[in-house]
């Protein structure tokens, strides 16, 4: 599962129908990290990566994750 690019990132989220705080809230992490990554600011730790990989390979996670 390796990385992916801000682009990749941002077209997950929009492909999900998701905004940027409800996705950032998904993922446990704050609006505002969520978009240095997808501007490309910054890049997500390992752990965060993966749960991104998951949610790209199984969109249901998202709605998992929710229930969390």
Do not use: C
């Amino acid at each position: 599962m390796g990385r992916f690019t801000a682009a990749e990132l941002l077209a997950l989220r929009e492909r999900l129908h998701l905004s940027r705080p409800v996705f950032a809230s998904y993922l446990r992490t704050n609006p505002r990290t969520l978009e240095n990554w997808e501007q490309g600011r910054a890049k997500p730790n390992a752990q965060a990566a993966l749960l991104i990989r998951l949610v790209e390979k199984f969109p249901d996670t998202v709605q998992r994750l929710a229930l969390v």
